[in-house]
């Protein structure tokens, strides 16, 4: 099945900088690749996907780039603001019918 | 639409004590999958459905048995709870499958004695 990787586990930055989490993935076969944010004690909600005929997609503070060749895929947010401190997960599928995620990173945003 | 409900919010169970997590969804939304989550794990799929009566298993079903008998329901029975199953359980559900936005519930917070 297919096995993701998620680095950083946590991530300090200071609020207006850059943010950036990276995943990797292991089965060839998979095409979409979306993240989702998790706040203290709430539900996971997806904020981003791409789908394996696109290498780079943005909305608004957000991107998100996808490296096939070397199977790896990478969130980026710009600006931070406080409101971005929250857990994310990146995730991978193959149509299979199985969502693989990540572990998680704990995103911090210093005021 | 309520979304993707989930009952109970928490639940404390005794070693060996069987339950039911129940999870429902109002959005016509023919996939629907079980995921557990616990710190430093992310979420891990237990068992997910592609539809009324279809069923299938994820990446860590054991002690866990599910069914399908309506579009809208998709039950998590725990067989014989064990404090290994202590742990933050998530439903969430699809239109069509994996491949699209997952509207997860609010969870269900489970602690095996």
């Known amino acids: 099945g297919e096995n993701v990787e998620q680095h950083p586990s946590t991530l300090s930055v200071q609020e207006g900088d850059s943010a950036v989490i990276k995943c990797t993935y292991s089965?060839?076969?998979?095409?979409?690749f979306p993240w989702y944010k998790q706040e203290l004690g709430k539900r996971p909600q997806l904020i981003i996907d791409?789908?394996?005929?696109?290498g780079e997609k943005k909305d608004q503070r957000i991107a998100v780039t996808l490296n096939k060749t070397a199977k790896h895929f990478s969130l980026h947010i710009t600006e931070t603001q406080p409101e971005d401190s929250a857990v994310y997960f990146c995730a991978a599928s193959s149509n299979d019918y199985k969502l693989s995620f990540g572990a998680g990173t704990t995103v911090t945003v210093r005021a | 639409n309520a979304g993707v409900t989930q009952t109970p919010k928490f639940q404390v169970l005794k070693t060996g004590q069987s339950m039911t997590l129940q999870c429902a969804q109002d959005m016509n939304h023919e996939y629907m999958s079980w995921y557990r989550q616990d710190p430093g794990m992310g979420l891990r799929l237990i068992h997910y459905?592609?539809?009324?009566?279809?069923?299938d298993q994820g990446e860590v079903p054991n002690g866990y048995n599910v069914s399908r008998s309506t579009t809208e329901d998709f039950p998590l029975r725990l067989l014989s709870a064990a404090p290994s199953q202590t742990s933050v359980y998530f439903c969430?559900?699809?239109?069509?499958?994996?491949?699209?936005?997952?509207?997860f519930g609010p969870g269900t917070r489970l602690l095996v004695l």
């Open positions: 791409i789908r394996s005929n696109v």
């Open positions: 089965d060839s076969a998979s095409n979409y």
């Open positions: 459905s592609v539809g009324a009566g279809i069923t």
């Open positions: 969430a559900s699809s239109p069509s499958g994996p491949l699209e936005t997952q509207y």
